[in-house]
């Protein structure tokens, strides 16, 4: 282990010496980073000016922080300067992360500055005072090849006549210092950083870049958590540098090169808090094979959640057909799951990639847009009438031609369906699917799917379960059509949402949308049963509900909508992070619930347990202040702070005991959950 130890702490010194004698003369002389050393403004006796090592590298280079992580080395600067002059320490944008062979490095990879302050002596003549000198030994490198480089730079500050614009740029790049001191303690395995910082302030990805050398492990994922207004950070030590009695560095906002300056002392850090986004999402919820294990038992219990019942007739169909054949059986099986697993990784991958892009987006996301509601709308609708004998579809029929495009079909719609809400198990794997590695979410993403199908993969394998299931016959013709119940009745509910997200004439132009997309399937079927081609009334009917569609929808739409809400039995306040505070501070119990309108376990749930006398009753009684967060249209402040509690969607469900911290709640409400709450205090 001491060997071990001493091998990672001489790390960087032998990558720099490898580097100095496995490049090419030809390379230790070029020039792969330009350097210019300049003036902010001209330079007066008795005063300080800033001066900017400005460096901008080739492409496909980068040069390297003060602390350049586990390889490279820092800059060293050797000034020539007049006598008394003197110059500052050097200041150094947020740096970037760049992981190579499994080491961090601290890098830019684009032009960037380093600001000296110089100070010049009230004696100094400025004008007739010798040029500055300066030699900046560094390393500049590739993703494959380091070069030393020496830069012997001069400044005469007696022809600077202006001031240089572009200093307003760098010095806007360059981390302010925090205005309050930081606690840090050191464990054994661990170092733990209280920053004071606003709760108010959203933060992206943080991550900490620490001014002292091999302290902690640079490439192993730094966990956060909010304690009111301070900021806990937690990084895993290297265990080779002695205790420090004062650390300082940058702590990066994860938003795009912002950041704050800190110091730090020893003293307490808080062990509470919640957990942000950005953090070790693993050491917060678990190992990775725990959390695809919750995100698989959460798509299976998904199958029976209300959420998905809209659904349940196409998969009934499916159980139907899977008794055929073992060769169909097992085929649809696999196309089933094959378009459930592509649903989900898709709507997966595409919330992975507008959280990346900085938008505040949540699991069900789609829901939240008017135009995709509109577009299941119609769907529903199409296959409401489908199941009804109004026309036939190869794709989306389950009594007639079938087979495998008609599994992986429903597959997709039964995935792109389900997703409203999220069940039991699921909420922490799809929570810290959010906060891992893109391809570890992915991972979770792909478990959840394949929980979702694996009903239908078994039926499609085990033959002794297939036989449990009614043979195909007549019957089937029936329940199709009794079928076309729910689905129309999935319909209407999408339609009352769209009311809820757009107002009346919204509502009532998405419905002719509906109507002529009906009057169109049914001439189809009329085509159909007579011989003829039924192309032409389904294009037609798609041509014009998608122009009207297009055309008179958006003006239709109304942004205030949301404001006509039914009557509510518990008066609820809306939640905001500060309503929330003050509510807490009150002394009394608080429950908050974020809900949505496309959400039917909320919808079940509100009924059941919270919009109820009994349950007012309780709260009354014992002062609790309820606060209701809707999530029906996109709202970023939520979308934080449900990823801010493990969560990436709704329902979430939080109890405040008075003076208390957050208790989450099963996302299945008993009707005496509440009312027990309330009377225990």
């Known amino acids: 282990m001491l060997r071990a130890r001493r091998l990672r702490a001489v790390l960087p010194f032998l990558f720099a010496l490898v580097a100095l004698f496995a490049a090419p003369t030809a390379l230790a002389q070029s020039n792969h980073m330009k350097a210019e050393l300049l003036a902010e403004q001209p330079a007066k006796a008795g005063e300080t000016v800033t001066l900017a090592l400005h460096f901008t590298p080739e492409k496909g280079w980068h040069g390297y922080w003060l602390n350049p992580g586990d390889a490279g080395y820092g800059m060293d600067l050797k000034w020539t300067l007049p006598e008394g002059w003197q110059v500052g320490t050097p200041e150094y944008p947020v740096p970037q992360q ?4 499994g080491l961090m490095n601290h890098v830019y990879e684009s032009d960037y500055a380093v600001l000296i302050p110089l100070t010049i002596p009230a ?63 050191l464990k054994a395995d661990k170092l733990r950083i209280a920053i004071p910082l606003p709760a108010s302030l959203a933060l992206g990805t943080p991550h900490v870049f620490l001014d002292e050398t091999q302290l902690i492990d640079y490439a192993a994922p730094q966990s956060f958590r909010r304690d009111g207004d301070t900021l806990v950070a937690e990084i895993a030590r290297k265990g080779i540098a002695e205790d420090p009695a004062t650390i300082a560095g940058i702590l990066d906002f994860g938003d795009g090169g912002q950041g704050i300056r800190f110091a730090a002392v020893t003293g307490p850090v808080p062990t509470g808090g919640t957990p942000i986004a950005g953090g070790d999402a693993s050491g917060q919820f678990g190992s990775l094979w725990w959390l695809i294990g919750l995100a698989l038992l959460g798509g299976l219990i998904l199958n029976v959640m209300p959420c998905v019942f809209p659904v349940l007739s196409l998969k009934a169909m499916s159980l139907a057909r899977a008794g055929e054949s073992e060769a169909d059986a097992r085929s649809e099986g696999l196309a089933y799951t094959a378009g459930v697993m592509a649903a989900t990784l898709a709507l997966g991958g595409l919330l992975l990639a507008l959280r990346a892009a900085g938008s505040q987006v949540g699991w069900a996301f789609q829901l939240q847009e008017p135009g995709v509601v509109v577009a299941l709308l119609v769907l529903a609708t199409a296959i409401t009438a489908n199941f009804a004998g109004l026309f036939e579809l190869p794709s989306l029929s389950f009594t007639q031609t079938g087979g495998k495009s008609s599994a992986f079909a429903t597959g ?25 590695p893109w391809w570890q979410g992915l991972i979770l993403f792909a478990a959840l799917g394949l929980g979702l199908a694996l009903p239908f993969l078994l039926l499609g394998w085990v033959p002794a379960l297939r036989h449990l299931l009614p043979k195909p016959g007549k019957w089937m013709d029936t329940f199709r059509k009794i079928m076309a119940v729910p689905m129309g009745l999935t319909a209407l509910a999408l339609l009352w949402l769209c009311w809820r997200l757009g107002g009346d004439t919204f509502a009532i132009g998405v419905a002719a949308v509906a109507a002529i997309v009906l009057v169109g399937v049914w001439f189809t079927g009329r085509s159909q049963h007579s011989g003829h081609k039924a192309w032409v009334p389904v294009v037609a009917s798609l041509v014009v509900a998608t122009g009207f569609g297009f055309l008179l929808l958006p003006r239709l739409y109304s942004e205030t909508a949301l404001a006509d809400t039914v009557d509510e039995v518990i008066a609820a306040k809306p939640f905001s992070e500060a309503a929330l505070a003050e509510a807490r501070a009150s002394g009394k119990p608080v429950f908050v619930w974020f809900t949505a309108d496309w959400c039917l376990t909320c919808k079940v749930n509100e009924g059941v347990a919270i919009e109820r006398e009994a349950t007012k009753a309780a709260f009354d009684k014992a002062g609790v202040v309820p606060m209701v967060g809707d999530w029906t249209r996109r709202d970023p402040a939520i979308t934080r702070f449900l990823t801010a509690n493990g969560a990436a969607g709704v329902p979430l469900y939080l109890w405040y005991s008075a003076g208390g911290e957050a208790q989450q709640l099963p996302q299945v409400l008993t009707p005496d959950t509440l009312v027990d709450l309330a009377n225990t205090g």
Do not use: Y
């Open 98 to 101: 760049l992981v190579i062979g």
């Open 412 to 436: 997709l719609l039964a995935s792109f369906v389900a997703t409203p809400c999220t069940g039991p198990f699921m909420a922490a794997a799809m929570g810290a699917a959010l906060l891992l």
């Open 123 to 185: 004696s100094a003549a400025v004008g007739n005072a010798a040029p500055l000198g300066l030699t900046a030994d560094m390393l500049v490198c590739t993703d494959q090849i380091c070069v030393p480089e020496k830069k012997e730079l001069s400044l005469d500050l007696s022809g600077v006549s202006a001031r240089d614009a572009r200093f307003d740029g760098w010095r806007a790049a360059i981390p302010a210092m925090l205005d309050q001191q930081a606690k840090f303690e």
